[in-house]
């Protein structure tokens, strides 16, 4: 883990700027986690699964 690393966690929310709604991004579950939290790896990018529908596209 480098210093100026960024980590995102479960949770967050995520916006589109072609949608109308914000979703939330949702960690596959993982053995390890930080600060009783899981964090996303690269392969966190599934749609349906890990990224929701941001409603209709505007």
Same mark, same amino acid.
């Given at each position: *883990? $480098?210093?100026?690393?960024?980590?995102? *966690? #479960?949770? =967050?929310?995520?916006? /589109?700027?072609?949608? =109308?709604?914000?979703?939330? @991004?949702?960690?596959?579950?993982?053995? =390890?986690?930080?600060?009783?939290?899981? @964090? $996303?790896?690269?392969?966190?990018?599934? $749609?349906? =699964? #890990?990224?929701?529908? @941001?409603? $209709? /596209?505007?």
């Amino acid at each position: *883990m $480098a210093v100026d690393d960024k980590y995102v *966690m #479960n949770g =967050v929310w995520l916006t /589109c700027d072609k949608g =109308v709604t914000p979703s939330r @991004f949702n960690v596959t579950p993982k053995p =390890v986690q930080l600060y009783d939290e899981h @964090f $996303a790896n690269e392969l966190d990018k599934i $749609a349906l =699964v #890990n990224i929701l529908p @941001f409603g $209709a /596209c505007s």
